[in-house]
Every structure is written in C-alpha cells, then in structure tokens.
C-alpha cells in the first residue's frame, strides 16, 4: 500500500538514499552531525528522536508545549529554521501536518538537512468514507477560488479560512451581546474580492442545528452575531453571485459564552495569528503511535536516519534505540496482559479518535459520535446514537480527550443511565506542564500511567 505522497528512492545518480529501513534525504558534504541540532515535527517523534540522539544531538519540538501536532500552524520563522538544522524528522503523511506539507518540499532544496520520515515501512489505516462526518467537506460548493477568507474585528483578525480548514478558531460570541466582524476575501492569485457589491455573504449552520445558540445577520461585508444561549455551533460563510451560492468556507467552530479551553491558550506567532487546531485528515490516519508495536518501528526509522547521517556515532544511536525499544515492549505487555481480561470489546470516546491502532492492537472497538476531526461538533442524533450504544453494551465510563476538554463527555455522561463517570486520556502528541511537573509527561509516561489505565477501566479490566 502506497500512503505517502513521495516515495524516497536509492539509485545511482538520483537526489537521495534510503538507510535501511529509514525514508531519508541524505545531504551532500558533511555526514557528521556531532553538534547538530534536529527539529523534530511534533512531541512524538521529539521524544523517538531524543530516545535515540541521547547526547549526540539535541532535539527540538517544532510544536509548543499544550498544542495538537496534527493542527498546530508555526510562525514564519520555523522553517528557515529548520533548514539551518541537520536532520528534521517528520510524517510524510499528507493532511496530518498541513504546514509540513508545505515545508518539506522546500526543505528539499537544502542540501544540508536530511529528512528523516519516521513511517518508512508501516502500513497505515485508511480513513473511513465518512470520516469528516460533521463537517459537510464532500457537500462545499468551490466553483470560486476564494483562497483565503478572514474576518476581522477593530482591524484585528479573528478567524482566517485558508483551504479546508481555520486557523484561530474558536470563533468567540458573547453571550446576549452582539459582535460583528467584517469579511475579507481573497482568490488563490491575491485578488481581494468585491464582497458586498459583486460578490455578496450568506451563513448557515454547518449540520442545521445550532440555531438556538446564536442569531446572525449579514449586511454588506459584515456579519453580526448575537449569542442567545451559552453553547456550540459550527456555522459556513458563503459567498455567494447573483444570488447563487459560489464558494463556502469549511465550518467554524464557534461558541458562544465563555469555555475553558483544556489544551491551553493560543500564542500569537511571529506572523500575528494565533493558531488554532482547525484541519481536515489525508487519506490516512497517520497516528500508529498511540501503538507501541508499530511506534518501534517509528523508533527504528529515526535510528536509521540518524546513523546515515551521522556515521560516528553509530554505536550510541543502535545503544540509545535498543534500551527505548525494549521500554516500547515493555509497555506493549503491559497493555495486552491489562487489557486482556475484561468485560467489554468496545469504549466510547468522546471527541476525535486518536486510538484506532491501540483498538486495533489490542482488539477493541472505539465508538465516538465525532469520528476523526477535530472540529467536528456531533448533532443531536449521533449524540443519541451514542447513549444508545453506551446502554445497550452496558457502558460505565465515556473517555474524553484532554486537548479536546471534557464537555461532550459530560453531556453524553449525563444522558445515558449506565455511565458513572467520565475519564481523560491523552493522544500521546503533545503534553503539558502539569504532567512534566508530575513525572509523566513524556510519550512513555502518558500512555502507561493516563491511557492504561483509562482504558483499562472502559473496558471492565479493572
């Protein structure tokens, strides 16, 4: 099976070789990397790289600490900074890091940086067909090539469309107030559109619900928004010529009231946007790490990158990889003698599913009403969908993502008569500084001592 968009080929002559079971860019000169830095494309593989370099190279995560890897958008400086590094170490899976899809082929211009791609070799799950169930992707009228639309509150902007997905969304509506922004449109070759004279604005509801949380009215190129009950909604700007719909944004999140948001505020990057979480997946669900099986083979691949690299310290690098991946073994029998006597074949989460290789592994089903995006906000009859699962295989526990927060769980939680609580786990892609603080905060740490035992207790093991 074929999931990456470029395969990197060893042949005389050619750009690039394969190390072994590595996918790597070799760079021409230099083969040492005794004081290299490498970037690494998320937590994940920070810590397989870590694990590996030990203290032959130090490593850096592209992505801030309490941020998704999978969304997260970078400042404008990140990349001229990953080329001044020696190795960058990344997913080549199209759509899970959008900004990665962008960088490498830039990045392979630097003769100087290896590109080192951590799922050489492991076969991936595909996406189901509905799996941006939710969002309304496949119904998006495009016949316009809007390429970026923003909105703008006092000149500030507040949520930028750019492709299929937001950036700094949520959109904040406050409760029994109005707020108004004013729309900017732009096409892919940089031409502002007329909006409000040529071209003229529409909203909708991106499933039809969500009504009863806010009114809105659109006048010219603004959009007034009044928040009638704390809540959330995904709403679809339209653009719209001669009355006949000719563009419309992936839904926004937005909500009305004030929310805690569990995977921490947005920063304002170097390029003045805040960045939020909002993407669409490729054809393929590239999260094999929340498998520790398939993640030794992730571990393998950095392990090969580097030794191509960096040939001196060969013996620290098979050293370091051999003690991580006996860690990853351990914590894979530690999950199937836990995880093997229990009571149900199946839990329910509550947010986008980050586990499908963990169910897969250890045979569970993982039912969610969201399915695999982040953005999507289920509607009332998947929610229900939901409860009716739970009660019929006798759930006790909804799991709920914690960059996600703990809202639908609780709803969900609520609704059904057999839950008696809801519990967090993590997608092992990003941490925070409680955890850090606490002493599990790393890769290992997360799915050993907040994962385990969460779905250890879903599944009636313990």
């Not at 050619?14 to 990397?33: F, I, K, Q, R």
């Not at 999978?70 to 400086?77: L, Y």
Request: with cysteine; aromatic share 8%.
């Amino acid at each position: 099976m074929n999931h990456r968009r470029r395969d990197v080929l060893s042949a005389a002559g050619g750009l690039c070789s394969v190390a072994l079971a590595g996918c790597l860019d070799e760079p021409v000169g230099d083969d040492d990397v005794p004081d290299g830095d490498l970037y690494a494309s998320f937590f994940t593989l920070a810590e397989f790289a870590g694990a590996v370099a030990g203290e032959s190279a130090t490593v850096e995560n592209a992505v801030p600490e309490g941020e998704h890897g999978h969304g997260w958008e970078p400042p404008s400086t990140l990349v001229p900074e990953i080329a001044e590094t020696d190795a960058f170490v990344y997913l080549d899976a199209e759509g899970f890091q959008h900004w990665v899809d962008d960088a490498v082929p830039e990045l392979e211009d630097e003769s100087d940086l290896a590109l080192i791609d951590a799922l050489a070799g492991i076969d991936l799950l595909e996406y189901d067909d509905d799996h941006d169930h939710g969002h309304g992707e496949a119904d998006r009228v495009e016949e316009l090539a809007v390429g970026e639309l923003t909105l703008l509150a006092d000149d500030e902007t507040v949520a930028y469309a750019h492709g299929d997905h937001w950036h700094d969304d949520p959109l904040s509506i406050p409760l029994e107030d109005v707020r108004s922004v004013t729309v900017v449109a732009e096409t892919d070759d940089g031409d502002e559109l007329d909006v409000g004279g040529a071209q003229t604005l529409a909203v909708r509801t991106a499933d039809g619900h969500g009504d009863d949380v806010l009114e809105y009215e659109v006048e010219d190129d603004a959009i007034a928004f009044e928040g009638l009950e704390d809540g959330f909604t995904e709403l679809v700007v339209q653009v719209l010529e001669d009355g006949e719909v000719v563009w419309e944004a992936p839904p926004l999140e937005t909500e009305v009231g004030e929310h805690e948001h569990r995977h921490g505020d947005h920063e304002h990057g170097d390029d003045g946007h805040d960045h939020g979480h909002g993407h669409s997946h490729g054809e393929y669900d590239a999260k094999f790490f929340s498998d520790p099986v398939l993640a030794r083979r992730g571990v393998e691949n950095v392990r090969d990158g580097l030794i191509a690299i960096d040939s001196d310290n060969e013996a620290a690098y098979e050293e370091n990889a051999a003690a991580y991946l006996e860690e990853l073994t351990a914590l894979h029998e530690e999950y199937e003698q836990r995880l093997s006597d229990r009571e149900h074949d199946a839990v329910v989460l509550a947010g986008h599913d980050s586990f499908r290789y963990l169910g897969e592994r250890y045979g569970f089903e993982i039912h969610t009403p969201v399915g695999l995006s982040p953005d999507a906000a289920p509607s009332s009859e998947e929610i229900a969908d939901t409860v009716a699962f739970i009660e019929e295989q006798g759930i006790e526990y909804v799991l709920w993502d914690y960059f996600d927060g703990d809202r639908l769980a609780e709803t969900i939680a609520a609704e059904a008569d057999t839950v008696e609580d809801t519990l967090m786990v993590s997608p092992a892609e990003s941490t925070v500084a409680e955890w850090q603080e606490d002493g599990y905060g790393d890769y290992l740490g997360q799915m050993r001592e907040i994962n385990l035992p969460a779905f250890e207790r879903a599944l009636g093991s313990k």
